[in-house]
């Protein structure tokens, strides 16, 4: 069982900068694949990014592919997802999710995903 808290949502002008922080519970956390998603007003969830147990292999939505960078760091069960250049279109609650395939590279698909956080607001004002 994983257990996922994600911190570091709040609000900010566009072109602005914030990073979001999920610390997960659990000694097997470089086993899991993870991954962001996030879910704007209205709209389904979608993928943001996804970086393999090892950190090695990374993978971007288009729409934030070069201005989003996620990160992890084993040794705190964290995983981040450095965002900039930001957007009023990037707003949306963000949440971060462990893929079940554990050693696998991840998952662009959240039906893979076993465990989700509860979510952290990003509000960008234009």
């Known amino acids: 069982q994983v257990q996922l808290v994600e911190s570091g949502g709040g609000l900010v002008q566009a072109g602005g900068s914030l990073r979001l922080s999920c610390v997960a519970s659990?000694?097997?956390?470089?086993?899991?694949?993870m991954g962001w998603f996030r879910q704007a007003p209205g709209k389904e969830r979608e993928f943001v990014a996804v970086?393999?147990?090892?950190?090695?292999?990374?993978y971007y939505a288009d729409s934030v592919k070069g201005r989003f960078t996620i990160s992890r760091d084993n040794a705190k069960n964290t995983v981040y997802l450095q965002m900039n250049s930001l957007k009023p279109e990037d707003t949306a609650v963000y949440y971060c999710?462990?893929?079940?395939?554990?050693?696998?590279?991840?998952?662009?698909?959240?039906?893979?995903?076993?465990?989700w956080g509860q979510g952290t607001q990003v509000t960008v004002s234009s």
């Open positions: 970086i393999s147990g090892s950190g090695a292999t990374t």
């Open positions: 999710a462990a893929d079940g395939r554990r050693f696998s590279s991840g998952s662009t698909d959240e039906g893979r995903y076993n465990y």
């Open positions: 659990g000694r097997t956390f470089s086993t899991y694949p």
